[in-house]
């Protein structure tokens, strides 16, 4: 069983940058891909970002790319979410989700058994 503990949100202005961490626990983190998800008021849940066991692949949403990059430090356990040039529209709770082992970094939610409690990020223009 993996234990998902998300930090490092808050509040930011337009333009500006925040950084999530997650921490894991309760699994070989090196076994499991891990994917960075957002939900706003009013709408579904959205992937944001994908990486694999490696960290060699990653994946984004269009509405993140080449703002936001999720990278891994299998030495420590924890995965991150750097955000920069934020706008109003990325304003939402962002959960860190996990595979099972050796599951592949897909879009889709229910590829992710494991979900962190979420962390709320808001942006002001």
């Known amino acids: 069983q993996v234990q998902l503990v998300e930090s490092g949100a808050g509040l930011a202005q337009a333009g500006g940058s925040l950084r999530l961490s997650c921490a894991a626990s309760?699994?070989?983190?090196?076994?499991?891909?891990f994917g960075w998800f957002r939900q706003a008021p009013g709408k579904e849940r959205e992937s944001v970002a994908r990486?694999?066991?490696?960290?060699?692949?990653?994946y984004y949403a269009d509405s993140v790319k080449g703002r936001f990059t999720i990278s891994r430090d299998n030495a420590k356990n924890t995965v991150y979410l750097q955000m920069n040039s934020l706008n109003s529209e990325d304003t939402a709770v962002y959960y860190c989700?996990?595979?099972?082992?050796?599951?592949?970094?897909?879009?889709?939610?229910?590829?992710?058994?494991?979900w962190g409690q979420g962390t709320q990020v808001t942006v002001s223009s």
């Open positions: 990486i694999g066991w490696s960290g060699s692949s990653t």
């Open positions: 989700a996990a595979s099972r082992e050796w599951g592949q970094p897909g879009r889709d939610r229910n590829e992710y058994p494991y």
């Open positions: 309760g699994g070989i983190f090196s076994r499991h891909s």
